[in-house]
């Protein structure tokens, strides 16, 4: 199928993360290996760090005929490009939860990440894995394992990972600049929501909040407030970590967090989001308080369903 | 060697970690495999993550007949034991810095962690790699890489990783008691110093101070304290990062870790102590203000020979 597109558009999700942009970018090259026109299309501009590595390979501005998204599990996802999902060929995705919108669709559950199934059909193309193709898998598969640690790494993804790294310069500093560095206001953020957090059901559920009074007085852009959500559950004996953050609109997107046992998805499906079990996302209205009952109490359902 | 030993002490180093304790059960396990007694000597207790896991293989009280170190660099490293460094027929390291003070040395400076050393040595035996055996090299390669993300990482690591994971019944759950979660003291401790942190050198060199003082408010046991010295090489443009803390005697342990290029060792050195590249440690005297100037001095001194 992909042999037999041209002037390919690749879609990924809007508020990229690593995974669909490393993916996208992947792809992208590996479709210009065997000759033909490919670009990523997003509808959001990604960080700093992303577009820093990624936007170099943003050389070719064309109308594409075909269309590829990767790690898109629904039309809603493809933000302002939304309308172009009835006219995706394939979608190559990891979410069990994919809705099957494409005309095709190459959806494995069992993947830790896109990255994965991108790097298999690199290697089905017979394309050769540069330095620039392996550095943006890896930085996919870094971003949804949680470098290595999450369950749904598997054998095969370290197994990728030892092919991927012989091709990347310095894969030590991409996972510094990527991970572990962060700038002296957004750790005093980290040290600001942490000191605030707020204990739930016997400190089973811990609360972050980032009004956009926060954000304002640390000085940071949006996309520096990325992740966060993975702080609450960092406590012992936290079982659900929530994350709120105050939209422009005044709405909060929530990101929510399991340690072990909660389904995140499910909490978060109460409020018409998704995800998957440890890690899922959803809106919520009203003010701070009435937002973070209105989850909390969802939490504490859950919390009962489990235990 | 190893299949002519009967009644084995496996050394490992005082103050011990993921990797040599991992690398000491791993190979007690692998030897009694092959029908040998075996079990490891620590001159100081572990902490409780690791008395968790490892005391369950504490099962054989003896006096050995033979003595195998892991992962010691040189005999003062065995703390208490150190009058049996001449008693070692062979040493397992990784640390290029090894004395060969053992009668036979297995050093592989290649090798991100001892513990690869020991699932090689298993293989070689023909051990079937236990879910036990697989746990404790897994919790040493974790250990030592930093969950895969520095630069001593390999190919090789991944694909022993690929393997040790099959085995492993909940390798998420152990990365998240080993390196994600923290106590809600802890927490606010390293909130605490994160905050406190002084820069020098136009914010290339990082300093965190744990005094006797700031534990005691803390409240936490001593071994609680480890694992601060990352923390300042994670902000923006920190090159070098130390953390000073003091001991019983008055005098102060530092930990200095280096981002991409300045030498650690080399600044340790200068103080009688040592290490690698990116991690060395050493004992300073005089009270706070006084230990923190004399390394930071040796801390500028490596910068302007290293830029």
Chains 1, 2 share one sequence.
Not at 96 to 124: D, M, Q
Not at 269 to 275: Q, T
Request: proline share 3%; hydrophobic share 40%.
């Amino acid at each position: 199928m992909l042999r037999g597109m041209n002037d390919v558009g690749v879609l990924v999700h809007a508020n990229p993360d690593g995974d669909c942009l490393g993916s996208g970018y992947a792809l992208c090259l590996i479709m210009r290996s065997i000759g033909k026109r490919a670009r990523v299309l997003c509808s959001d501009v990604p960080g700093k760090k992303f577009t820093d590595i990624f936007s170099v390979h943003d050389t070719e501005q064309f109308e594409p005929a075909s269309y590829v998204s990767v790690d898109v599990a629904a039309p809603s996802l493809l933000g302002k490009y939304d309308a172009l999902a009835e006219k995706v060929s394939l979608c190559v995705d990891h979410h069990a939860t994919n809705s099957r919108y494409a005309l095709a669709s190459l959806v494995e559950p069992e993947a830790a990440a896109t990255a994965e199934l991108i790097y298999l059909i690199g290697k089905e193309l017979g394309t050769d894995i540069t330095e620039d193709i392996a550095t943006a898998l890896y930085i996919g598969i870094l971003t949804d394992t949680g470098c290595f640690q999450f369950s749904n790494t598997t054998p095969r993804t370290h197994i990728i990972a030892a092919e991927l790294i012989k091709k990347v310069k310095d894969f030590a500093e991409l996972n510094r600049v990527f991970f572990a560095v962060k700038s002296k206001q957004r750790l005093m953020l980290e040290c600001s929501v942490a000191e605030n957090m707020r204990y739930y059901c016997g400190d089973r559920i811990a609360v972050i909040a980032v009004s956009r009074k926060l954000r304002e007085e640390t000085g940071l852009p949006e996309s520096e407030l990325d992740g966060l959500a993975p702080i609450p559950c960092r406590v012992e004996g936290v079982e659900i970590g929530v994350t709120i953050r105050e939209k422009e609109d005044g709405t909060w997107r929530a990101s929510v967090r399991t340690a072990t046992y909660a389904d995140a998805s499910a909490i978060c499906a109460a409020f018409g989001g998704g995800g998957h079990i440890r890690a899922a996302g959803c809106t919520l209205s009203g003010d701070m308080l009435a937002a973070e009952k209105s989850i909390v109490a969802q939490c504490e359902r859950e919390l009962n369903r489990t235990k």
